[in-house]
């Protein structure tokens, strides 16, 4: 399929050219470099093929300010299906893929669960044949890196394009023009292809890079002021710099606001371009473009369609209305209260005015729309977009959309029922669920080669790659002893590779027979990695007291990055990492508990970890998790889930079977009965053992360098002046976690019944495939078609 010869020619070249050297004599940074631009030579041809040939068709558009990409080399070549070709071209120059595999920048231009759906999206959208572009910020800094130092969090700058950036296009004669009061700027487009599997469809993901109008300022340069000299072009490219590395809490910085519309604004002008050159009515735009908002960071483009309409492309106000509200569809992925985005007006005033004039006049509209139907002047107030000086993102996007869904059943139901309420009073039809997936390309295919492979001979052929729900062919094989043997011989061996790859990057030993049980996600409290915590001491302290205690060996591991400004996430990642060493340092603890607290989660971490897991963790309090996508990587490799009622686990369960899994802890309606009068003090004060474990944080058992770990004690027994006692009902789950932990220890001891329960999961994994939600998204509200 390859040509050898001229692929390798290509590597010989761009070696010399990009690095002055030979191939096999260059870093490994910078073989992955060349190799990717080499195979960029291959795809360029279909991707321009695939352009031309989705030129005339609907197309979805997906803003999101996040992806998380992951690494592209590995993933592109086994969509291409050259991945073995490459190895054995590479062996011949004599050098290991694998080394060249591992040293490419994973580029974190996410948080997690959003950007990371995105990615998914992209992938399962290309692999079905539907045209879906993606368009966000290339920032020249993604997500901070992770070092665990002292048993804190320290961030490091992530310089992800140190060596180049291969598989970006940047498509200078593309750029556009973007307006802010102090001046204009230009977005850069930098192309990454997205390339569906085995099916010569390649769509874009487009990312936007801030650069100035003004290279330098020779007068000022001259007149010896060199700051004053390269000013504008600072100013212009630190819009682009860094991403936000908050992923719950709208801090509302101004310069973030100028992202959100430095790329959206950027985004429509490139879409109304193109729609300009095919000659047609703007009435027609809706019929060539669906645009997905990703959450509400890129909801300005409401207003901002609107006003490229009606300012810069004379369609009248009504009509411009009805384009824009038959274009977007908005999806809302989080209901915590901290994480509504609100802008203060005056920013808009500020920074965007021409935007804020277009926004007061949609404000007005609703308003008149909301008198029409006869809601009274008092209820007004609950649903204007301008409120007490802040403009509501959500309730824009809600009112200029034509869809609004959740991403797990719960998540809407709740959405409907409740946070959203008056809003579908208002417009019930626009309301729907889209429950997440996760790509098996990536989560499966790619990250556990030797389970896909027995998969494919189980099933006697590879159509699970972009079929997922065959695997519910697989089922009857749970009670096959020979299979569930070779299964087991695998999740071995993946264990075995992750215990390598712990050794060599965290320094910690690890043991691949005991069971690993795992928590991976970001650090925050409503996901309650504190409650693994208390569980994990509280293991502790019964196996010190009764050393002749059966249990299963056990590894716990974690990983989990803090938003930096986080105070209490970073307390409980020092807690965490105080345990482990507590417990790793006690002799009497070998070969019975293990604690890890892996540095730098991200998405090549994920695929090493997934894939080894025993037990899922997945136990935030009920109604705070919108749906979890992690949750669905651990099942997809069969891992039994031990979780709550929350978010898509309450899906997972239902398709796997609540007997292969472990539920347990209060639901939403529990949780709503009980809100008012819990009083967590009383569980404390009751259960000694637990007391025990809580206590820790402040009876000297750890060091609490600076009151924080006081400060959490406090939190779960008095509460905070902004918020009740435990506030995430750790100690109310308590008791039900650790018997859903005591029977899951158990159930592990049948080594076959264990088998069992994993194979049950995986085979039932399919509903949650990226594909099967993508194959939603484009019937029920894109209305797009497969190439
Ligand atoms: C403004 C600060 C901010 C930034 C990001 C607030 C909120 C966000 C995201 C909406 C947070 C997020 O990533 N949500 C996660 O989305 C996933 C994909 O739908 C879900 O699976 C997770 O449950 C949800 O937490």
């Known amino acids: 399929m390859l040509n050898h010869e001229s692929l390798k020619k290509r590597i010989d070249l761009y070696a010399m050219t990009t690095f002055g050297g030979d191939f096999k004599d260059l870093l490994d940074s910078e073989k992955y470099v060349v190799l990717s631009k080499a195979m960029m030579e291959t795809i360029l041809p279909h991707w321009n093929q695939s352009r031309k040939n989705t030129e005339t068709m609907k197309k979805a558009y997906y803003l999101s300010s996040e992806y998380l990409m992951g690494r592209f080399l590995t993933n592109n070549l086994i969509a291409m299906d050259t991945k073995d070709e490459v190895k054995e071209i590479l062996k011949n120059m004599g050098v290991d893929y694998n080394q060249v595999e591992e040293s490419e920048e994973d580029p974190a231009l996410g948080n997690g669960g959003l950007g990371r759906l995105a990615a998914c999206f992209l992938d399962s959208a290309a692999?079905?044949?539907?045209?879906?572009?993606?368009?966000?910020?290339?920032?020249?800094?993604?997500?901070f890196k992770q070092k665990i130092v002292d048993g804190e969090q320290v961030e490091v700058a992530d310089n992800w394009t140190k060596y180049g950036d291969p598989w970006g296009i940047r498509k200078i004669s593309e750029k556009v023009r973007v307006t802010f009061k102090g001046g204009e700027i230009y977005a850069i487009p930098y192309d990454y292809p997205v390339i569906g599997y085995d099916n010569k469809l390649i769509n874009t993901l487009r990312l936007w890079k801030a650069e100035s109008l003004d290279e330098f300022d020779f007068r000022a340069f001259n007149d010896q002021n060199y700051d004053l000299a390269v000013k504008a072009k600072n100013d212009a490219e630190n819009i682009a710099k860094v991403l936000y590395p908050n992923d719950s809490y709208e801090e509302g910085k101004k310069?973030?606001?100028?992202?959100?519309?430095?790329?959206?604004?950027?985004?429509?002008?490139?879409m109304i371009r193109r729609f300009k050159s095919k000659n047609l009515d703007f009435e027609d735009f809706p019929k060539y473009h669906s645009i997905q908002l990703n959450d509400t960071h890129p909801a300005v483009a409401i207003p901002e369609l609107m006003r490229l309409l009606t300012r810069k492309e004379d369609v009248e106000w009504d009509k411009a209305w009805r384009i824009t509200t038959a274009t977007f569809a908005y999806t809302n992925h989080t209901l915590l209260a901290e994480a509504l985005e609100q802008w203060p007006e005056r920013y808009y005033q500020e920074l965007i005015p021409q935007v804020y004039k277009v926004i007061l006049r949609i404000h007005q509209m609703l308003i008149d729309e909301l008198k029409g139907k006869g809601i009274?002047?008092?209820?007004?107030?609950?649903?204007?977009?301008?409120?007490?000086?802040?403009?509501?993102?959500?309730?824009?996007s809600i009112f200029g959309s034509k869809s609004i869904n959740g991403v797990a059943r719960l998540h809407t139901d709740l959405l409907i029922n409740q946070e959203l309420n008056d809003w579908y009073r208002l417009y019930p039809e626009k309301f729907n669920n889209k429950t997440n997936g996760i790509t098996?390309?990536?989560?499966?295919?790619?990250?556990n080669p030797e389970l896909s492979e027995l998969i494919t001979e189980l099933l006697g052929s590879e159509d699970w790659i972009t079929d997922?729900?065959?695997?519910?062919?697989?089922?009857?094989?749970?009670?096959?002893?020979?299979?569930?043997?070779?299964?087991?011989?695998?999740?071995?061996?993946?264990?075995?590779?992750?215990?390598?790859?712990?050794?060599?990057?965290?320094?910690?030993?690890?043991?691949?027979?005991?069971?690993f049980d795992i928590q991976i996600k970001r650090l925050h409290e409503y996901k309650r990695q504190l409650l693994n915590a208390f569980h994990i001491l509280f293991l502790y302290y019964e196996l010190k007291e009764n050393p002749d205690l059966k249990r299963v060996p056990r590894t716990f591991i974690f990983g989990a990055k803090a938003a930096p400004g986080y105070v209490r996430a970073k307390a409980i990642i020092r807690f965490i990492n105080n345990i482990a060493e507590l417990v790793n340092g006690d002799p009497a603890m070998e070969g019975k508990l293990k604690v890890v607290f892996v540095q730098n989660y991200r998405v090549s971490y994920g695929e090493k970890l997934f894939p080894a897991a025993d037990l899922s963790e997945q136990i935030s309090t009920?109604?705070?998790?919108?749906?979890?996508t992690g949750n669905m990587k651990f099942m997809l490799n069969g891992a039994p889930t031990i979780g709550t009622y929350d978010g898509a686990n309450i899906e997972i369960v239902e398709e796997a079977g609540d007997a292969n899994n472990y539920i347990f802890g209060l639901k939403?309606?529990?949780?709503?009965?009980?809100?008012?009068?819990?009083?967590?003090?009383?569980?404390?004060?009751?259960?000694?053992?637990?007391?025990r474990v809580v206590d820790t944080l402040i009876d000297g058992t750890f060091e609490d360098k600076d009151g924080s770990y006081r400060e959490l004690h406090n939190s779960l027994l008095y509460g905070a002046n902004w918020h009740r006692?435990?506030?995430?009902?750790?100690?109310?789950?308590?008791?039900?976690?650790?018997k859903a932990h005591e029977k899951a220890d158990a159930d592990y001891v049948d080594r076959l019944g264990w088998a069992r329960k994993c194979w049950l999961n995986m085979s039932n994994s399919g509903k949650f495939s990226s594909d099967r939600t993508i194959e939603q998204y484009a019937q029920e509200i894109w209305d797009i078609e497969k190439i």
């Open 622 to 628: 009920a109604g705070k998790e919108a749906s979890g």
């Open 668 to 691: 939403v309606e529990e949780i709503e009965k009980i809100r008012d009068s819990y009083n967590p003090e009383e569980i404390y004060q009751k259960d000694p053992k637990l007391r």
């Open 440 to 447: 098996q390309r990536r989560w499966l295919l790619q990250s």
């Open 468 to 515: 997922l729900k065959m695997l519910k062919n697989l089922e009857s094989y749970a009670d096959v002893p020979e299979i569930m043997e070779r299964f087991l011989q695998i999740k071995w061996t993946k264990k075995k590779q992750l215990s390598d790859y712990i050794l060599q990057e965290e320094g910690e030993e690890i043991d691949p027979d005991s069971l």
């Open 127 to 143: 692999t079905l044949g539907y045209p879906m572009d993606g368009y966000g910020i290339r920032y020249d800094f993604g997500l």
């Open 376 to 396: 009274q002047d008092h209820d007004l107030n609950r649903y204007e977009i301008i409120h007490n000086g802040n403009i509501r993102m959500a309730w824009m």
């Open 725 to 738: 006692a435990d506030n995430y009902f750790v100690l109310k789950d308590f008791h039900e976690y650790r």
């Open 255 to 270: 310069l973030r606001l100028k992202q959100q519309y430095f790329f959206v604004s950027a985004s429509l002008q490139d």
